[in-house]
């Protein structure tokens, strides 16, 4: 059985004082995460990409800066879902600065 599993199984179990706890521990182990956002070591560069795909956010960021508009990239990326395009953004403006330098990475490459 997988741990998800194990948790869905356990937690009707809990009073609720336990799941305000539960719930409290996994916030604070989440830290800066971001919904719908991940970055996997080995996956398109070990990048923040769009979960389901392997489309980093800076191409996105990049696109939106050379003029696309979110109409044009849900075309350009079927996968892409409007909730995928706005975890983006959020991603974005809170690691600017991370973001920039894999424009600059990869605009020099």
Known sequence: MSAIHEIERLLPQLTR???AQLLQWVVRDLGDAFPGIEAT????GGEPCIVRTRIPVWVLVQARTLGSSEVDLLRAYPALRAEDLANAWAYAR???????AQIAENEAA
Not at 41 to 44: F, H, K, L, Q
Not at 94 to 100: P, R, T, V
């Open 17 to 19: 004082a336990e799941q």
């Open 94 to 100: 809170s690691h600017h600065a991370e973001i920039a």
């Open 41 to 44: 070591p080995g996956v398109s």
